[in-house]
C-alpha cells in the first residue's frame, strides 16, 4: 500500500452492525492531521537544503572548477549502503507491525515494533559509524561545502529518526484514555516510510554528485 493511501485510510472510523458508515460523521484524529503536518514542514526543510545543495553544486560547475576547488564529492563506502539496508528492514518491520495490530494481534506486534526500533537504533549507529570514517579520511566539516551538507543533511535525518525511534517505544503501549495501539502503530509505520523516502531521496542526491 502506497504511503499516500495509508494517510487516507480511515482507521478511526467504527462502523455500525452494518458495516456502513458515513465519512461526513467522523473527523480524522489530532495525532495524524498532526503527523501529515510535521512531515509537510519536514519536507519543506529536505527540500530546501536538497535545491540549496543542487544550487551550490551547479554554480561550483558553472564556474570551470569540475572536481577540483572547493567542492570534493565524498566516497562511497560500503557502510552507505548497509545503512540503507538497516532502515528498509527497519521499515518492513513497521509494516509487519501495522499489519499485526489491525489484526489485534498483540503480542507479535510489539515484538515487530520492537525490532522495527532496533533496526533504526542501528541505523543510527551506522550513520556514526560513517562519520567517523569520513573523518578518519580527512572529511571534515568544514573541509568543503560537500562535506558540510553531507553532515547536515544526514544529522538532520537522524535527528528526526530518533525522534521516530522515541515515538516507537511508547506507541506498543498506549495509555488510559488515549488513542488505542492501532492508531499509534499505524502513524509509526507511516513516519518510518517518510523517512526512508527521504533518505532515498538524499541518498540519489549524494550519490549524483
Known amino acids: 500500500m502506497s504511503l499516500i493511501a495509508r494517510l487516507a485510510e480511515k482507521s478511526w472510523q467504527n462502523p455500525g452492525i452494518d458495516g456502513r458508515s458515513d465519512p461526513a460523521d467522523y473527523r480524522p484524529p489530532a495525532a495524524k492531521v498532526g503527523l501529515v503536518?510535521?512531515?509537510g514542514v519536514a519536507t519543506v526543510i529536505f527540500t530546501l537544503l536538497s535545491a540549496a545543495y543542487l544550487m551550490r553544486m551547479g554554480i561550483h560547475g558553472n564556474m570551470g572548477h569540475g572536481t577540483a576547488g572547493d567542492w570534493r564529492p565524498l566516497p562511497k563506502p560500503p557502510q552507505l549502503w548497509i545503512?540503507?539496508?538497516?532502515l528498509a528492514l527497519g521499515c518492513?518491520?513497521?509494516e509487519a507491525a501495522r499489519r499485526l495490530a489491525r489484526s489485534?494481534?498483540?503480542?507479535?506486534m510489539r515484538s515487530a515494533a520492537a525490532l522495527g526500533n532496533g533496526l533504526g537504533v542501528?541505523?543510527?549507529l551506522g550513520q556514526l559509524l560513517l562519520w567517523r570514517h569520513y573523518q578518519a579520511g580527512g572529511y571534515f566539516l568544514a573541509a568543503n561545502p560537500a562535506n558540510a551538507f553531507f553532515y547536515l543533511l544526514t544529522a538532520l535525518h537522524g535527528l528526526h529518526?530518533?525522534?521516530?525511534?522515541i515515538a516507537g517505544l511508547h506507541a506498543p503501549y498506549p495509555p488510559a484514555g488515549g488513542h488505542d495501539a492501532r492508531l499509534r502503530i499505524q502513524l509509526c509505520a507511516i513516519y518510518w516510510h517518510f523517512l526512508l523516502?527521504?533518505?532515498?531521496v538524499l541518498l540519489v542526491l549524494l550519490l549524483s554528485t
Not at 104 to 108: D, F, L, T, V
Not at 161 to 165: E, H, K, N, S
Open 37 to 39: 503536518a510535521f512531515m
Open 83 to 86: 545503512n540503507t539496508g538497516l
Open 92 to 94: 518492513l518491520a513497521w
Open 104 to 108: 489485534g494481534e498483540a503480542a507479535p
Open 122 to 124: 542501528l541505523f543510527l
Open 161 to 165: 529518526l530518533a525522534g521516530g525511534v
Open 197 to 200: 523516502l527521504v533518505w532515498i
